[in-house]
């Protein structure tokens, strides 16, 4: 199981950018996928997760509005759409997944994901 996650960079303070998870050694519609962000100093948060079939997600409130995930099975990847980014939003930010046998169910908690990609960095400036 491999996950690589890419995308990121500097960027304004009212910026977007998109994030990519490629997945790749597994059967893509079987796992869960999760952005998970990790700012110096501070815990990790599960920012939005999105169900093995693309048909539900979550996203946590401090991006709700701002930041869209989505999937496309034919390619393997899971996106991240940040919009009207801020500064509090600047953190390494992760991709991960778990291999789920309920097809819209799905946890946003870092401890049900066994697959980590290695991260890309996100920084917001004022």
């Known amino acids: 199981v491999q996950l690589q996650a890419y995308g990121g960079g500097l960027v304004q303070a009212g910026g977007s950018l998109r994030l990519s998870c490629a997945a790749s050694?597994?059967?893509?519609?079987?796992?869960?996928i999760g952005w998970f962000r990790q700012a110096p100093g501070k815990e990790r948060e599960g920012v939005s997760c999105?169900?093995?079939?693309?048909?539900?997600?979550y996203s946590a409130d401090s991006v709700k509005g701002r930041f869209t995930i989505s999937s496309d099975n034919a390619k393997n990847t899971v996106y991240l759409q940040m919009n009207s980014l801020k500064p509090e939003d600047t953190a390494v930010y992760y991709c991960?997944?778990?291999?789920?046998?309920?097809?819209?169910?799905?946890?946003?908690?870092?401890?049900?994901?066994?697959?980590w990609g290695q991260g890309t960095q996100v920084t917001v400036s004022s």
């Open positions: 991960a997944a778990y291999r789920t046998y309920y097809s819209n169910a799905y946890y946003c908690n870092d401890y049900e994901y066994h697959y």
């Open positions: 999105i169900s093995s079939t693309g048909s539900s997600s």
């Open positions: 050694g597994f059967t893509f519609g079987d796992y869960v």
